[in-house]
């Protein structure tokens, strides 16, 4: 890898929300050779195969694999919170936050782990070292460029294998945390520590298993030099009102005079979730984004042909509309209302209608589903993926077959209560499933799925299609 190995530094604003004065708001994103970027490309292959192969990936983190996103991180950690709701349990999430994860990664115990854990040895494991070790870097700004500097630690944001490598480098905290019986999710430097309890041991739970277990992840990142943010990290108790009315801890006391104080609502992955899991909160910021987006664009819009409005119209708030929508299943029908709102005027931007014009059969037009109906759409193609093995385990696991005299259907669960069980994941994944013609369910490809399925839900009315939420 020498010669490969020099990054352009190239410092991006996270939020434009962020104040630039402030150096940690920003992201050190790493311009690199298109050589070197094309060797890791083959490298990654290589030990993706290697890690599929011997069964050797994490299954509970969710980042930089095939088949693995944050939507379906989502569903799954949203499945838990519904599921436990529902057996009248709440749940206490941790949402960690590293500081500068990638740039603190050591090399050595990298290594390390890629020999002693991965399996990697020879030339292979010497390869890694040179592409780990000599690095060097550059800020440049404009035309402006610093002196260089060799870099000790880390590996580069914006390479191929960094991420991958960063995965690995931290893959033993799900085996720590685990041992404390907590369960963990993780997407890249982003975790969530969750653990179900009932009211009577909330005492037991939130003021000691809960703070053993921050002082014991507190303890793995020294070991692996890496840093919580403290003021980045939340903790939120998530169940039915009259569970959430009997909690009376309120704060966690993680020592040196430093408490944190449990949050009613968090951003978690780009979705806002309260602890009531209303969505109300998510579909309040949904529309302030979307109706902004769309304000800007009714000013340009003499400048565009209705293709190309409609393109920017679908990649920049339709598709916000469409992210992890299956969480909106079982939602109050005020709430839905509001997010059908949000596609119509998407819709009218596009036709050019104005706010009170009736909207006519302009969906249809667009070839557009309703909100409810890309709903069950979104919910379908999940359950489609996951009786195909084209989901990670936690979702596909949910999916178990029964046969009803000559044909094999889904087995769903019993849920107990229509505003929780019943919109869990597990319930209504099934249920939608088995409620497709057979034409649709034994599509051979996932575009046929979409292309069969699509056209089902057009057939629909929306009476029928409502009769399926409520």
Same mark, same amino acid.
């Given at each position: 890898?020498?010669?490969?190995?020099?990054?352009?530094?190239?410092? /991006?604003? =996270?939020?434009?929300? *962020?104040?630039?004065? #402030? $150096? @940690?708001? !920003?992201?050190?994103?790493?311009?690199?050779?298109?050589?070197?970027?094309?060797?890791?490309?083959?490298?990654?292959?290589?030990?993706?195969?290697?890690?599929?192969?011997?069964?050797?990936?994490?299954?509970?983190?969710?980042?930089?694999?095939?088949?693995?996103?944050?939507?379906?991180?989502?569903?799954?950690?949203?499945?838990?919170?519904?599921?436990?709701?529902?057996?009248?349990?709440?749940?206490?999430?941790?949402?960690?936050?590293?500081?500068?994860?990638?740039?603190?990664?050591?090399?050595?115990?990298?290594?390390?782990? /890629?020999? =002693?854990?991965?399996? *990697?040895?020879?030339? #292979? $494991? @010497?390869? !890694?070292?040179?592409?780990?070790?000599?690095?060097?870097?550059?800020?440049?700004?404009?035309?402006?460029?610093?002196?260089?500097?060799?870099?000790?630690?880390?590996?580069?944001?914006?390479?191929?294998?960094?991420?991958?490598?960063?995965?690995?480098?931290?893959?033993?905290?799900?085996?720590?945390?685990?041992?404390?019986?907590?369960?963990?999710?993780?997407?890249?430097?982003?975790?969530?520590?969750?653990?179900?309890?009932?009211?009577?041991?909330?005492?037991?739970?939130?003021?000691?298993?809960?703070?053993?277990?921050?002082?014991?992840? =507190?303890?793995?990142?020294?070991?692996?030099?890496?840093?919580?943010?403290?003021?980045?990290?939340?903790?939120?108790?998530?169940?039915?009102?009259?569970?959430?009315?009997?909690?009376?801890?309120?704060?966690?006391?993680?020592?040196?005079?430093?408490?944190?104080?449990?949050?009613?609502?968090?951003?978690?992955?780009?979705?806002?979730?309260?602890?009531?899991?209303?969505?109300?909160?998510?579909?309040?910021?949904?529309?302030?984004?979307?109706?902004?987006?769309?304000?800007?664009?009714?000013?340009?819009?003499?400048?565009?042909?209705?293709?190309?409005?409609?393109?920017?119209?679908?990649?920049?708030?339709?598709?916000?509309?469409?992210?992890?929508?299956?969480?909106?299943?079982?939602?109050?029908?005020?709430?839905?209302?509001?997010?059908?709102?949000?596609?119509?005027?998407?819709?009218?931007?596009?036709?050019?209608?104005?706010?009170?014009?009736?909207?006519?059969?302009?969906?249809?037009?667009?070839?557009?589903?309703?909100?409810?109906?890309?709903?069950?759409?979104?919910?379908?193609?999940?359950?489609?993926?996951?009786?195909?093995?084209?989901?990670?385990?936690?979702?596909?696991?949910?999916?178990?077959?029964?046969?009803?005299?000559?044909?094999?259907?889904?087995?769903?669960?019993?849920?107990?209560?229509?505003?929780?069980?019943?919109?869990?994941?597990?319930?209504?994944?099934?249920?939608?499933?088995?409620?497709?013609?057979?034409?649709?369910?034994?599509?051979?490809?996932?575009?046929?799925?979409?292309?069969?399925?699509?056209?089902?839900?057009?057939?629909?009315?929306?009476?029928?299609?409502?009769?399926?939420?409520?």
């Amino acid at each position: 890898m020498e010669g490969v190995k020099l990054a352009d530094i190239i410092p /991006l604003l =996270k939020n434009n929300s *962020l104040d630039p004065n #402030v $150096l @940690k708001n !920003f992201r050190p994103v790493s311009n690199l050779t298109f050589i070197g970027k094309l060797i890791e490309r083959v490298v990654l292959k290589r030990l993706d195969d290697h890690l599929t192969k011997n069964n050797l990936h994490c299954p509970e983190q969710s980042a930089y694999k095939k088949n693995f996103s944050t939507e379906t991180l989502l569903v799954r950690i949203w499945n838990d919170l519904l599921v436990a709701s529902d057996e009248k349990s709440a749940t206490v999430v941790m949402m960690l936050d590293l500081s500068a994860a990638f740039d603190t990664v050591d090399h050595d115990l990298l290594l390390n782990i /890629l020999m =002693k854990e991965i399996g *990697l040895r020879g030339t #292979v $494991l @010497k390869w !890694f070292e040179s592409f780990l070790k000599g690095r060097s870097q550059r800020i440049r700004l404009g035309s402006t460029v610093s002196d260089e500097i060799i870099i000790k630690f880390g590996v580069p944001q914006g390479s191929v294998l960094g991420p991958v490598l960063f995965n690995l480098y931290i893959r033993s905290i799900y085996r720590y945390v685990q041992a404390l019986n907590f369960t963990i999710f993780g997407y890249a430097d982003d975790h969530q520590i969750l653990k179900q309890f009932k009211p009577i041991n909330q005492g037991i739970t939130l003021l000691s298993e809960l703070k053993k277990c921050f002082a014991a992840v =507190k303890s793995w990142m020294r070991k692996y030099y890496l840093a919580m943010n403290d003021s980045k990290t939340q903790v939120i108790i998530f169940g039915p009102p009259s569970v959430l009315n009997d909690i009376k801890v309120n704060g966690l006391n993680i020592g040196c005079k430093t408490t944190i104080r449990f949050v009613n609502t968090v951003k978690n992955l780009g979705i806002y979730m309260d602890a009531a899991l209303t969505m109300k909160d998510h579909v309040t910021e949904l529309k302030k984004k979307c109706f902004l987006t769309l304000r800007n664009l009714r000013k340009i819009r003499f400048l565009l042909t209705t293709s190309q409005l409609k393109t920017i119209v679908n990649s920049l708030v339709v598709s916000c509309l469409d992210y992890c929508n299956s969480m909106f299943y079982g939602i109050s029908q005020q709430l839905m209302h509001q997010l059908q709102l949000i596609q119509n005027a998407c819709a009218k931007v596009i036709t050019g209608k104005y706010k009170y014009d009736h909207m006519e059969d302009d969906l249809n037009k667009l070839h557009w589903l309703s909100v409810r109906k890309r709903v069950v759409f979104k919910i379908c193609l999940l359950a489609f993926k996951a009786v195909n093995g084209l989901t990670p385990l936690y979702l596909s696991d949910m999916f178990k077959y029964a046969h009803y005299g000559h044909t094999i259907r889904l087995i769903v669960p019993y849920g107990t209560t229509k505003s929780y069980g019943d919109r869990s994941f597990s319930v209504i994944g099934p249920k939608l499933f088995n409620a497709l013609p057979e034409t649709v369910k034994q599509a051979l490809s996932i575009d046929s799925f979409k292309s069969s399925l699509k056209t089902y839900l057009f057939t629909l009315s929306d009476t029928d299609v409502a009769s399926l939420f409520y």
